[in-house]
DNA sequence: CCCTGATTCGC
DNA sequence: GCGAATCAGG
């Protein structure tokens, strides 16, 4: 069955993504694929981010060598340099947790109240082997401003257990920029290295 | 080898 | 439309 890209699904996906999340952080997040990610994210018209290579042009030579074509210069060479949140997003100070049972499970408890303050979340964080997440743990990017795209008028911050019938979202009125309410945003910004496999 | 994202192509 | 497979760069 292809992933259902509910309103709430593609809010999260674009919040993520517009985060500075990788593709297989967000693909964790919201248990799909970095492929699934990247997938969507293309169809829905985001992506404006780096691109660590540029693929060989596909050798489709033009079967009608229009005349009017190349408008293209070439004015830049290649990828952007100037990438805020290129480097630093891939590792942002706080990363949404992975909404698994907000009810439930007590959560980590390592919430950090204030976001994304400290320039060094890493060092005392490696008490067990993560997984992965390796590099994630260098950088600490800044506090992302600029609330744009309004995510939904309802926090998305699903409750239950995808798929089944008791399965719905939170519903509240979401933070400005956020896909969830305050009180679901503390919940999804947890410090870091944390949720992988807490979906199940 | 790990990571990253991009594109292709069968479904 | 979806995403695994594949590609390609760091």
């Known amino acids: 069955m292809a992933m259902e890209w509910t309103e709430e699904t593609i809010a999260r996906l674009r919040d993520l993504w517009q985060q500075g999340l990788s593709t297989a952080e967000i693909g964790r997040q919201l248990s799909v694929t970095k ?45 952007t340099p100037a990438t805020p949140a290129a480097e630093a997003a891939a590792a942002p100070a706080v990363t949404p947790a992975a909404p698994q049972a907000p009810q439930k499970a007590p959560a980590k408890a390592q919430a950090t109240p204030t976001p994304a303050p400290q320039p060094k979340p890493a060092a005392a964080a490696e008490t067990a082997p993560a997984p992965r997440a390796t590099r994630a743990t260098k950088a600490a990017l800044r506090p992302v401003s600029e609330p744009r795209r309004r995510s939904s008028q309802s926090c998305c911050w699903p409750l239950g257990d995808p798929g089944t019938p008791g399965f719905h979202f939170c519903g509240a009125t979401p933070l400005p920029g956020k896909p969830y309410c305050a009180e679901h945003a503390q919940l999804a910004y947890v410090k870091l290295r944390d949720r992988r496999d807490n979906v199940a």
């Open 35 to 79: 492929n699934a990610v990247v997938g969507k994210a293309h169809r829905l018209g985001l992506k404006p981010r780096p691109s660590p290579i540029r693929r060989a042009a596909k050798a489709a030579s033009a079967p009608a060598a229009t005349t009017a074509e190349a408008p293209a210069p070439t004015p830049a060479v290649e990828n």
